[in-house]
Nanobody
Framework: QVQLVESGGGLVQAGGSLRRSCAAS????????VGWFRQAPGKEREFVAA????????DYADSAKGRFTISRDNTKNTVYLQMNSLKPEDTAVYYC?????????????????WGQGTQVTISS
């Protein structure tokens, strides 16, 4: 069992940056693959980025490649999503998700535990 608490949402102008955090409690976080997903109003939930248990492997959606960086610090039980060069189309509720002893996945069904979701708004 693990609980995920997100922070770092907010309002940013286009071209700006934002750093999201996903902190875990309950069990040691290095046993969980972690993914970031987002959902905009009227849109399907979509994959953003994922990272393996140790952080050795990362995966990004095409929309995130070159702009977003996922990382983790297992000593702090925290996964980060650094978002640069933000665009209005990045506006969404962002969720972190975790799955025990799993490979990073692009599918939301591959994750058992979810954070509460935090709004990220990019103004034009």
């Amino acid at each position: 069992q693990v609980q995920l608490v997100e922070s770092g949402g907010g309002l940013v102008q286009a071209g700006g940056s934002l750093r999201r955090s996903c902190a875990a409690s309950g069990r040691t976080f290095n046993n969980y693959a972690v993914g970031w997903f987002r959902q905009a109003p009227g849109k399907e939930r979509e994959f953003v980025a994922a990272i393996s248990l140790s952080g050795d492997t990362t995966d990004y959606a095409d929309s995130a490649k070159g702009r977003f960086t996922i990382s983790r610090d297992n000593t702090k039980n925290t996964v980060y999503l650094q978002m640069n060069s933000l665009k209005p189309e990045d506006t969404a509720v962002y969720y972190c998700a975790a799955d025990f002893m799993a490979r990073p996945s692009r599918y939301s069904g591959g994750y058992e535990y979810w954070g509460q979701g935090t709004q990220v708004t990019i103004s034009s």
